[in-house]
């Protein structure tokens, strides 16, 4: 026959290892948290950073957009003015 402060002890270690393990689990849990919220704040200050990169390289494509079309302006105007010139100079125009 067990003696009952033989048995509180045991039942004291089983609730002692229980609330180990629960510790355990909860600090697993917040480690796993800090790291989620670190991989999202890295997240966000990446997307942030594309958000800024894209806008930049949106615009750099309106000003190329922009220099294409002043110089399809010039050629026609230079092509018109050698059809011009040539036409004047009664040569028969090929352009």
Do not use: F, K, N, Y
């Not at 957009?65 to 125009?93: C, F, K, M, Q, Y």
């Amino acid at each position: 026959m067990a003696v009952p402060i033989d048995e509180a002890l045991v039942r004291l270690e089983a609730a002692l290892g229980t609330l180990e393990a629960a510790v355990t689990r909860r600090l697993d849990a917040e480690r796993s948290r800090a790291d989620l919220e670190t991989e999202l704040q890295i997240m966000q200050d990446d997307r942030a950073r594309l958000a800024v990169d894209l806008e930049s390289a949106s615009l750099r494509v309106e000003a190329c957009e922009a220099t294409t079309r002043d110089v399809e302006a010039r050629v026609g105007r230079a092509a018109a003015a050698v059809r011009a010139v040539l036409e004047e100079a009664g040569a028969a125009p090929h352009l």
